[in-house]
């Protein structure tokens, strides 16, 4: 009986550690692909989102604050809970906080409103390229290039990501 039960003892263990029960998993690297459909998806969402979200038909109201022309945002982004939950898919806390403070957004009657602003953009994120600059488990730095629209030109950019638990990879830092 005794034998039974350590044979059984020792195949609960190997089950475990086949497993991986109770293991910290490493994060996956972040690929040079995966970096370039990142910050698109960022660049997209991040204009979206300057441009105050998408708004319904008739939902565009604006109002003037200490003499600065604001608008409230679209529906689906105009509490800081929403907002909040729309940039977390895409960047860390510390760069959504940034992002907020340093494009204005304040509250207005209860709703989130930001100055008056029109964004557009001849970048061709999605044809972007990217190579490593630096690589640690949790943190990587990769410059981007990306062409100008037919301009045959191409700006940089530094982009340094972050590995978030329970979410995957972030932006946590944006720099031309």
């Known amino acids: ?4 039960c350590t044979i059984g003892v020792v195949i609960l263990l190997f089950l475990l550690t086949a497993c991986g029960s109770g293991t910290k998993r490493d994060p ?5 692909k995966d970096a370039v459909e990142l910050a698109t998806t ?3 969402t991040g204009n979206t989102l300057l441009a105050g979200g998408t708004y319904e038909e008739g939902e565009y109201k ?10 409230y945002l679209a529906e689906h982004v105009n509490t800081k809970k929403k907002l909040k939950s729309e940039l977390h898919k ?11 403070r340093e494009n204005g957004f304040i509250k207005h009657e209860g709703i989130l409103a930001q100055p008056v602003v029109e964004i557009s953009s001849v970048l061709q994120w999605e044809i972007a390229t990217a190579s ?13 290039t990306v062409p100008i629209g037919e301009t045959r030109t191409a700006e940089t950019f530094q982009v340094t990501y972050k590995y ?13």
């Open 1 to 4: 009986m005794r034998k039974v």
């Open 28 to 32: 996956i690297a972040l690929t040079p």
């Open 42 to 44: 960022w660049a997209e």
């Open 62 to 71: 604006t109002f003037t604050h200490n003499g600065i022309e604001y608008r």
């Open 90 to 100: 895409y960047v860390t806390k510390k760069k959504a906080k940034r992002f907020m």
């Open 132 to 144: 490593v600059l630096k690589s640690k488990k949790k943190k990587m730095t990769f410059e981007l």
């Open 164 to 176: 978030v638990k329970k979410a995957g990879w972030r932006i946590d830092a944006f720099t031309e």
